[in-house]
């Protein structure tokens, strides 16, 4: 699941835009040029007023004032949500290396005790990933044949995960109409993992992504989907009503499938998407947040690592021209957060995620974040 709601500090978007390229000629061109001067100016303008207001709080905490503190921290996330959709469609990759040190310094100036130490130490990081930001350069991404390449051999790899996850869906709805629990069950965890594969474009489905995933108070309205049918299944343990959200549901996919077709990805959004998952992944999903009725979160922790891995190996031929030995870094913890989670399978079972320890907890979001640290680091194959 993908999207985000104001002022919550639970889950991370990516949006999927494609930066237009100059190909106008004469009065056309001077307008896309005035236009993108412009806009680049504006973000540039934007990224000084987050600077100051991030100043300004690393100043209340230098005197831990936490009433001042939380009053900063919740002005920058404000700031934040008006304009990162102008940053987004710029430099995907630049927005999700942002937002991944302001999000959690929101949440911890936020909350009745701060952390100091931990937040001087987000305060620190965000403030080098602005300045970052500030000194971007607009559409220098590489778009190279083997970049091409790479989004055309991701697609396809989407699309096959979607023809899976139609049928899967279906199998699932069907043992919802007919109120056969022990095969709802089964067939739950079997179609939740094709839809957890093909989150790093999550953004990119609209309003799709809430209507098929949202959890409960995650939606304004009606809440459907397949985490309605979860409650369901495993809370209420009655499969009275929910016809008519598994008919939803079977429409909602179908849906998908049809906007999948003319869904149009950059490489630089797609490594964003990838690194910003294993993020949320190791943030907010290892609580358990998710599948907090089925108890099948490590079916999506392992589906959202293959996930993005597709999206790795889309890459790997630029990325090993560019920097072997990231990509060989890479290999290697990929291959270290696929063994830790096969440790909790057994039988062709994952474990109950509750039966889980604190310190087996803390291992798999400590993997997934130097995942998503790491995948950060190939953006250079975008210069």
């Not at 991404?141 to 055309?152: F, G, I, N, P, Y």
């Not at 996919?253 to 992944?281: M, Y």
């Not at 474990?351 to 087996?360: A, G, R, V, W």
Request: with cysteine.
């Amino acid at each position: 699941m993908n999207f985000k709601k104001p002022l919550t500090y639970a889950l991370v978007s990516l949006s999927i835009v494609s930066v237009p390229l100059l190909s106008a000629c004469g009065k056309e061109e001077k307008k896309e040029v005035t236009h993108s001067s412009s806009s680049s100016n504006s973000m540039k303008a934007q990224v000084n007023e987050l600077q100051k207001t991030l100043k300004q709080l690393q100043s209340n905490l230098e005197k831990k004032d936490a009433k001042l503190t939380s009053e900063d921290g919740k002005k920058l996330n404000k700031q934040w949500l008006s304009y990162e959709n102008n940053i987004r469609e710029k430099y995907p990759l630049l927005y999700t290396d942002t937002e991944k040190y302001l999000l959690p310094l929101y949440s911890e100036t936020t909350k009745d005790s701060i952390a100091w130490s931990k937040v001087q130490d987000l305060s620190a990081s965000l403030s080098r990933s602005l300045d970052n930001l500030k000194n971007a350069k607009e559409n220098a991404h590489q778009t190279s044949t083997e970049l091409k390449e790479a989004v055309k051999n991701y697609k396809e790899y989407v699309n096959e995960q979607v023809n899976a996850f139609i049928g899967a869906t279906k199998t699932f709805t069907d043992a919802v109409r007919s109120a056969n629990m022990d095969q709802a069950k089964e067939a739950y965890g079997k179609a939740r993992v094709f839809y957890e594969r093909i989150e790093p474009i999550a953004e990119s489905l609209g309003d799709l992504d809430p209507k098929i995933d949202a959890r409960e108070n995650d939606v304004e309205g009606k809440w459907t989907g397949f985490h309605r049918i979860e409650k369901a299944l495993w809370k209420e343990h009655t499969l009275k009503g929910m016809t008519p959200i598994a008919n939803q549901l079977d429409q909602d996919v179908k849906d998908l499938h049809a906007k999948i077709k003319k869904v149009k990805l950059d490489p630089a959004t797609i490594v964003a998407g990838s690194q910003e998952l294993l993020n949320e992944a190791a943030l907010t999903k290892v609580t358990g947040e998710e599948e907090r009725y089925s108890r099948i979160d490590l079916v999506d922790l392992t589906s959202n690592v293959e996930g993005s891995q597709a999206v790795y190996h889309a890459v790997l031929p630029v990325l090993t021209t560019k920097n072997k030995d990231l990509a060989k870094q890479l290999d290697t913890e990929f291959n270290k957060m696929t063994e830790l989670l096969a440790k909790y399978k057994k039988q062709g079972a994952f474990k109950d995620y509750k039966k889980l320890s604190k310190e087996e907890v803390r291992e798999l979001s400590n993997q997934l974040k130097t995942l998503s640290e790491s995948m950060s680091q190939t953006a250079e194959i975008f210069q």
